[in-house]
Every structure is written in structure tokens, then in C-alpha cells.
């Protein structure tokens, strides 16, 4: 920057600006397998499952992260990976992630604010200066209890579940367009893309302006609920 003082005498300095710079998914897709149990704590009971799901994506990284003008003047960190997991006490395992055949370990903490909790992982090893493609894997295990929310953050993203509980409540702003409910439980897939979530847009005013509804209203997923329980027949005597 460059600054003259009373006498036009000039001076120069240096600023530093810290930010960053934000790719989702050109493609997500999450895979999961749902497994019910019944748990009691005195006389009151809660449904808890255990997830067991694999995620795979892709990315595609323009050559120097899409800085066109005065690349001379960028200092890039190492990228990483960011995952928002609403509970991280629901992570039953230690897990690792592929990218590109190559593993990585994550770190507790998505290091995106708005994001909340969640987990990171350092890509060490990138070379910036060339365009790529990154496909990334990585198995997930959770449990929680009740519901099962996914936000699609992908230009085309794609959610498969199946679970042993035969009592699903699909809710979320998409529903599956198709599913399977039977005695045994009930299989569910949900199918979305930019045109109908617009995630870019609702992704960056979550970041920079700090408004998230629209964001968080674009999660989908399930509820196991008991139709019929004890107390639904008391409250309906």
C-alpha cells in the first residue's frame, strides 16, 4: 500500500489479509446402513441406531485455486477438507480418508466456523498449480438417536439408506424419490442437484453474512418413530 505523508513524501507497507477460499463437491454421494436398538433409562425408552455409511466425492480444483490476477501476492496454506458432523460424540470409530488413492488422517474440528463441530483433514501434497480432479472415500460410523439428517452439498448429490425399523418418517425439504418399507425395515434413496438446492449461494451467505437458514433448511434424512407406544394409548384413553 502506498501512503504520502503532509510533505508528498511516499511511504509503502505491507498488509496481510487471511481468508479462504471455499470448493464444494461436484459430486456426493453418501451410502448407509442403519441398525436399531431400544434403550431404556428408568421407565422412559429411546431409539438409538448405529450407522454404518460410506461417503464418496469429487472435486474438481482449478489451477491456482481460480486466482487469474497477481498470483504473485497469494500465500496459500495447506488445503484441507472440512466435514460438519452436528454431534461429534456420535463418532463411534477413528477413521482416515482416500484421496486419489492416498490416505489422509483427520483432526478433530471442521475449522469452519459456521460449520460447527465436525473434523478435518490436512491434503498435504497438492499441487496448486495445475487443474485436478480429487475423488475422495471415506467410511463413516455414527450413532444418535431418532433422526438421520444429511445436507446435500454437492452439484448433484445422492443419499442411499437402509435400516431394520419398519416406522420411517422421511422429512426434510426433499423427500426420496423412491423407497421401500416393509416388516424387515425400509430401504430410501434421495436425489438432488444445484437447480434444485442452489448450495452455492446458500453456502457462501452462511459463511460471509452468518445467515444459515437457508443452508440448514436444505438438510433431508429420516425419523425412526414408534407409532404405538405406551404412551400414546394412555394419552388416548
Keep these: 500500500i502506498q501512503e504520502f505523508d503532509s510533505n508528498r513524501k511516499m511511504t509503502e507497507r505491507t498488509q496481510v489479509i487471511h481468508d479462504a477460499l471455499y470448493f464444494l463437491p461436484e459430486h456426493f454421494q453418501l451410502n448407509g446402513q442403519l441398525t436399531s436398538e431400544l434403550r431404556y433409562r428408568g421407565i422412559y425408552a429411546a431409539r438409538l441406531y448405529q450407522a454404518d455409511t460410506q461417503i464418496t466425492a469429487e472435486y474438481n480444483l482449478p489451477a491456482d485455486y481460480g486466482i487469474r490476477h497477481d498470483l504473485a501476492?497469494?500465500?496459500f496454506d495447506t488445503p484441507y477438507l472440512a466435514l460438519g458432523?452436528?454431534?461429534?460424540?456420535?463418532?463411534?470409530?477413528?477413521f482416515h480418508l482416500q484421496v486419489n488413492n492416498r490416505e489422509y488422517s483427520f483432526e478433530p474440528g471442521s475449522r469452519v466456523k459456521n460449520l460447527g463441530d465436525g473434523v478435518h483433514a490436512q491434503l498435504t501434497g497438492l499441487d496448486?498449480?495445475?487443474?485436478?480432479?480429487?475423488?475422495?472415500?471415506?467410511?463413516?460410523?455414527?450413532?444418535?438417536?431418532?433422526q438421520f439428517y444429511v445436507t446435500p452439498t454437492?452439484?448433484?448429490?445422492?443419499?442411499?439408506?437402509?435400516?431394520?425399523?419398519p416406522h420411517p418418517s422421511f422429512t426434510g425439504n426433499f423427500l426420496p424419490i423412491k423407497s421401500d418399507i416393509h416388516k424387515q425395515g425400509f430401504e430410501a434413496e434421495w436425489q438432488t442437484s444445484l437447480f434444485a438446492t442452489n448450495v452455492n449461494e446458500s453456502f457462501s451467505n452462511c459463511l460471509r453474512q452468518g445467515e444459515c437458514?437457508?443452508?440448514q433448511s436444505l438438510n433431508f434424512g429420516v425419523s425412526?418413530?414408534?407409532?404405538?407406544?405406551?404412551?400414546?394409548?394412555?394419552?388416548?384413553?
Design 213 to 215: 437458514q437457508a443452508l
Design 128 to 146: 496448486s498449480s495445475k487443474a485436478q480432479t480429487l475423488r475422495l472415500s471415506l467410511p463413516l460410523k455414527l450413532q444418535g438417536t431418532g
Design 224 to 237: 425412526l418413530i414408534d407409532p404405538v407406544n405406551q404412551y400414546v394409548k394412555t394419552h388416548r384413553a
Design 85 to 94: 458432523i452436528n454431534d461429534i460424540r456420535g463418532i463411534r470409530d477413528s
Design 73 to 75: 501476492s497469494y500465500r
Design 154 to 165: 454437492g452439484k448433484n448429490s445422492s443419499v442411499r439408506l437402509q435400516a431394520d425399523w
